[in-house]
Each structure stands twice: as C-alpha cells, then as structure tokens.
C-alpha cells in the first residue's frame, strides 16, 4: 500500500513537474484572467460581456476537467516502468483530450435531453383560437430573425410564465395567466425576448450550464459565472426585443406586472423570464436595472427615430 502510493506521489510530482503540464495550466489561467479583465472592463457592452462569460464558463469547466483527468491518468499509469521517461508526455495529451471529451459529452447530454426534460413538465398546448395571433406574430418575428419552425405552446397556469425552450423542437412557451396580464403590445415584447434568447443560443446554454454547473458544485469560479452569465444573456435579450419590437418601454411595463404578481412555483425557478430572487448568485438581473436600462433605450429610440413633438401613430 504504501509502495503503491508512493509510486502514485512521484508520477504525480513528475507530471506537475512537467513544462509541458504547467504550460497548459498557465494558458488556460492566464487566458481566464485576461477574459475577466475584458468583462470588467467593459460594463454597458452586453453583447461582449455574454460572449467573454460563456468563453469564461467553458475555460472554468476544461480547467476542472483537465486537472481530474491528469490525476486519474496518473494514478492509472504509475504503475507503469516507462512512465518516468517519456508518460508525462503522453499523459497531460490524454489529460487536455479528456478534458474536452468530458465538456462535450456533458454537454451534448445536457443539450439533448434538457429541452425534452422541459417540454414533459409543463407539457404545453397548441395555441387556440384566442391565442392565435401570439402564434403568427411568434412565427413572423421567428422568420425574420433566421430560425425555423419555432412553436408557440401554451401552458394552462395562473402564474406568468414565458420561457424559451431549445434542442430539435425550438419552442416559445407562455402560460395562460401571463396572456391574461399583460396587454398585447407587453405580450409581442416578451415573446420576442424569449426568441432572442433562441436567436442567441441561450436556452440550450441554461439548461447545458445547470447540468455542468451541479457537475462542478464543488467549484467557487462557476458559482460565481454561471449566475453573471445568465444575467448579461436577460440584458442582452430584453435590449434586442426592444430593438426588434421598437417599444422597449412595453416590456419594462410587462416586467413590472409580471413581478407584482406572486412568485412562481418552484418548477418554473431559473426558466421564466422573471424571477423574484435576486443578488450575486442569482440568474435574473435586478428588475430595477432591467427596467431602467428599457427605458434609457426608449428614450434613445425615440430620440432618433422621431423628431421630438411627433406624435407617434401605432396603435
Ligand atoms: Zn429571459
């Protein structure tokens, strides 16, 4: 036993020993902290900064993966007579290969079966008569941003949902207590926020992040980015929605109604498109930040759109 684990103590030493090791390690360090300094400093920029966390989260998680591969490939080849010579080589090769092979295998895991996982609880409906119009304004709006064949399903609730769901059957789910509080301009405003959430990528990325962020409980970095990831995605989503729509006002005010009402039940949490908890490790930005950013870009819509006194004639 105690020959065993002194073998197993000097692969080890000759593996973080190795430039080879370390190269990789200080890379993979020194590009988290450059892409950290970017995010920092760039604080009104949400397009940048969702791009630089997502590089960020899939940096945190090769890291982690990285350093379990090397520990069980040197536990596994200590054994072996040729290790000292030229194994360490060989091993942080396989350590760097696993380390992706694990994020991608979580992933595509994740990926596949998050959505479908989704679809079971709420088990949405096809939209009926009432609800038709939200159906052919998701389909307009869908096909003059690229994607193809989104759904609109409907979730008999109370409470106000609206999520976007990913994966092969891309769908927009809204609940029919939130078509009943909000009016129809607040209505086009959140369902195209969730579609810019398809646009983005971001409702494959939650539910892939979930899954790997659990993978990764015992890991402070993620704790941290995973949350802030999540919320420059809703800034970047409600910024587009009020591009797209050209009323960012409308979704600010159907935000504020969605957060009077009461809080979700604990199977819609970190899915909807509000959620009342708050704070550094939470997913949902501040809805106070969320609402003022709506309307400072209001204002700037309006202030270039339109000379000021015209009146606006949309109904
Ligand atoms: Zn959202």
Same mark, same amino acid.
């Given at each position: ?159 106000? +949902? ?11 789910? =809204? *609940? %029919?207590? $939130?078509?009943? !509080? /909000? ?11 969730? +579609? ?11 539910? =892939? *992040? %979930?899954? $790997?962020?659990? !993978? /990764? ?26 591009? %797209?729509?050209?009323?960012? !006002? ?66």
């Amino acid at each position: 036993m105690a020959d065993l684990l002194g073998t197993i103590g000097e692969a080890l030493l000759a593996y973080w020993s190795s430039p080879f090791a370390l190269i990789i390690l200080s890379v993979a360090g020194g590009s988290m902290a450059t892409l950290a300094y970017v995010f920092v400093s760039n604080a009104r920029n949400a397009k940048l900064r969702v791009s630089l966390l997502t590089a960020l989260y899939a940096l945190t998680i090769f890291f982690w993966s990285f350093l379990a591969a090397s520990f069980l490939l040197c536990v596994s080849a200590s054994g072996m007579v040729a290790y000292r010579a030229n194994g360490v080589r060989a091993a942080v090769t396989g350590a760097v290969f696993a380390a992706y092979l694990v994020t991608a295998v979580l992933s595509w895991f994740a990926w596949r079966r998050g959505s479908a996982a989704i679809l079971k609880r709420f088990a949405p409906r096809e939209a009926g008569e009432d609800e038709r119009w939200v159906r052919d304004y998701v389909e307009a709006v869908a096909g003059s941003e690229g994607l193809r064949d989104v759904r609109l399903g409907i979730v008999d609730r109370e409470e106000p +949902l609206a999520m976007a769901v990913g994966g092969t059957r891309p769908s927009v789910l =809204v *609940s %029919t207590g $939130l078509l009943a !509080a /909000l009016d129809g301009q607040e209505t086009q405003a959140v369902v195209t926020h969730e +579609l810019m959430h398809l646009r983005n990528h971001d409702a494959q990325f939650k539910v =892939v *992040s %979930t899954i $790997l962020s659990r !993978a /990764l409980f015992f890991d402070p970095f993620s704790k941290f980015f995973d949350p802030a990831v999540h919320r420059e995605r809703e800034y970047l989503a409600d910024e587009m929605s009020g591009r %797209t729509t050209g009323r960012p !006002a409308a979704l600010a005010s159907a935000l504020v109604k969605i957060a009077a009402k009461p809080a979700p039940s604990k199977a819609a949490w970190g899915i909807s498109i509000y959620s009342p908890r708050g704070g550094m490790f939470s997913r949902y930005p501040p809805l106070r930040e969320r609402v003022d950013r709506l309307l400072s870009l209001s204002e700037l819509l309006s202030a270039n759109g339109e000379p000021i006194g015209a009146s606006r004639s949309q109904s």
